[in-house]
């Protein structure tokens, strides 16, 4: 017996070992982290910081923060940010946010709200630690935010974007190398009142769009990892769907860097009761009511009148609905 406690306390005396010299290498890395995003005009503040979790985890734990980062006009304040790790497993890290937050960049400032809000990153352990996976959780997500150029009588009126759960996943694709699965999920969006006033103007359709889902994968040059962030190559999209009331609008594809980044290729479009999110683009502006004739003629290969299937086709900068002009094409591969 005597024995046997003897070699209980050198396992525990061993492992608080570990656990002190781990936390201190953590904050020591941490703090040199912080000194060379000084240096690269990245302003951290808090009031206070360090490492907790004796004996299982490192969990680190700032209050008060706020960061700026000046020559982007973006600074992020928070009463609390926290994240935890096994100390037998310490490259599976979960951060943890609280329900308030602010955020500022340029002159778009917004309040943020949830009554959830977590993400976990899993890398391999390895010391260059390439990324392996992660994921993002946020319920109840709101965005209080005002348009500094809508004012009336000195009022500058509140706008607000809610998602009852946001959903995002990242993984090791297993068949293409340096390449990454992401999946992206909102449920029941409600969009600014000024959006939903272009869009919806007559007040036709439900506030919240349903569901917005993406499922793709990303082709990097090279690894993710601590030391590179690398060129992405190309976007191959096995399904994009919006659905808003008796709307569908799903888009697969790829899409490759083209002019100065912007996405160049092509996307099958399929679209359920077309007319509805026709009518939805000319309120916009992206469309204009003269195509409509255009786009009926294309709904009479299939026999279904009420579903448009075609291609978006990303060329010279600009998307384009056969001979339409939609837009410019979106930067999606900039360096």
């Known amino acids: 017996m005597r024995a046997l406690i003897i070699f209980i306390l050198f396992l525990f005396v061993g492992w608080a070992g570990y656990w002190i010299v781990g936390s201190i290498a953590l904050e020591n890395q941490l703090n040199s982290a912080f000194e060379d995003a000084s240096e690269q005009g990245i302003d951290l503040q808090y009031s206070e910081f360090g490492v907790q979790g004796f004996p299982n985890r490192f969990d680190t734990v700032m209050r008060d923060v706020d960061l700026k980062i000046p020559a982007e006009g973006i600074e992020w304040t928070a009463p609390l940010f926290t994240t935890a790790a096994l100390s037998y497993k310490p490259w599976h890290l979960i951060a943890t946010w609280p329900q308030e937050q ?78 990454h699965d992401l999946l992206i999920e909102l449920k029941q969006v409600l969009l600014p009142q000024d959006v939903m006033a272009i869009l919806d103007p007559d007040q036709n359709f439900p506030p919240r769009v349903a569901s917005i889902k993406s499922d793709s994968a990303l082709t990097f040059s090279a690894p993710i990892n601590r030391n590179n962030l ?106």
């Open 102 to 179: 602010t955020l500022r960049i340029g002159n778009f400032s917004a309040d943020i709200l949830t009554s959830e809000m977590q993400a976990s990153v899993v890398f391999e352990p390895d010391t260059s630690l390439p990324l392996n996976r992660s994921q993002l959780v946020a319920r109840d997500l709101r965005l209080d935010f005002v348009t500094p150029t809508r004012q009336a009588f000195g009022v500058t009126p509140k706008q607000q974007i809610a998602v009852a759960e946001v959903f995002l996943a990242t993984r090791q694709t297993p068949v293409i190398p340096d390449a």
């Open 230 to 335: 690398p060129d992405l190559l190309a976007l191959d999209l096995r399904k994009a769907e919006v659905t808003w009331a008796n709307m569908a609008l799903a888009l697969n594809g790829r899409l490759t860097p083209g002019i100065a980044g912007k996405a160049e290729g092509q996307l099958s479009l399929n679209i359920r009761n077309w007319r509805d999110v026709f009518q939805v683009l000319v309120n916009a502006g992206i469309a204009q009511p003269a195509w409509e004739g255009a786009f009926t003629a294309l709904t009479l290969s299939d026999g279904n009148p009420d579903t448009l299937e075609t291609t978006l086709v990303f060329r010279d900068g600009q998307i384009w609905l056969g001979p339409f002009p939609l837009g410019p094409s979106p930067i999606l591969f900039a360096r």
